[in-house]
């Protein structure tokens, strides 16, 4: 199974960039790399997600080495609002039933 | 409105007594996941369905736990005699689809239904 590990939090000023790292190590070949957002009492929601290199969206950009063994989350010029738990997922690959989400990085935006 | 939908979004209950929580994922949706989060913890998957085929139930801890989806919409997640250590935040995910090669697809969450046993 594609576990995944994160670091437990982190904190950053806010206007910096914030790079949150989740290893992967048994990903599968046929697996997407998908991360979350999620604040107090709401579901997670999706940010972005890719398979390998770089994507870039309006809100974040996914860095994936050759290797996919682990995969970067880049949240550019962060604000106040951007304090959440943020979830690194890989699929199970061929069918994907069970989606396992790992810890968690708890990012604090400090003003 | 067009989310996945469920309720209750809080529930108290005593310990010894059965719980029913329902979502309604979004419409079209095939694949709808259970989740549950402690407080202050990452997400436990619980059980999966996709469209008609058998549930994935291997993340039920115990069997208190069932769940079913009629008629490929809407779910029950049933918990039997519930514990203390039941009370957790129960969230329900839809997705649209499943590509060829692996999982790919986002998954929309619910707001959860909060439960707590006292």
């Known amino acids: 199974l594609a576990k995944t590990t994160q670091p437990i939090s982190m904190d950053s000023y806010e206007g910096q960039e914030v790079n949150i790292t989740c290893s992967h190590n048994?990903?599968?070949?046929?697996?997407?790399i998908t991360w979350y957002q999620q604040f107090p009492s709401q579901g997670p929601r999706f940010i972005i997600q890719?398979?390998?290199t770089k994507v870039t969206n309006e809100v974040a950009s996914l860095f994936i080495p050759a290797d996919r063994k682990s995969s970067t989350l880049s949240l550019p010029r962060v604000s106040l609002s951007d304090t959440a738990v943020y979830y690194c997922?890989?699929?199970?690959?061929?069918?994907?039933?069970?989606?396992?989400f790992g810890t968690g990085t708890r990012l604090t935006v400090i003003p | 409105g067009a989310g996945v939908s469920q309720s209750p979004s809080n529930k108290v209950t005593e310990k010894g007594k059965d719980v029913e929580l329902r979502c309604d994922p979004i419409?079209?949706?095939?694949?709808l996941y259970w989740y549950r989060q402690s407080l202050g913890q990452g997400l436990e998957f619980l059980i999966y369905?996709?469209?008609?085929?058998?549930?994935?139930k291997s993340g039920l801890p115990s069997d208190r736990f069932s769940a079913e989806r009629t008629g490929g919409s809407v779910s029950t997640l049933t918990i039997q005699r519930t514990q203390q250590e039941d009370s957790a935040v129960y969230l329900c995910?839809?997705?649209?689809?499943?590509?060829?090669?692996?999982?790919?697809?986002?998954?929309?969450f619910g707001e959860g239904s909060r439960l707590t046993v006292l």
């Open positions: 995910a839809s997705s649209l689809r499943i590509r060829d090669r692996g999982w790919s697809g986002e998954l929309f």
């Open positions: 048994n990903i599968a070949t046929n697996d997407y």
């Open positions: 890719g398979y390998k």
């Open positions: 997922l890989v699929g199970q690959g061929e069918g994907a039933n069970n989606l396992f």
């Open positions: 419409s079209g949706h095939t694949a």
């Open positions: 369905f996709q469209g008609n085929s058998a549930p994935d």
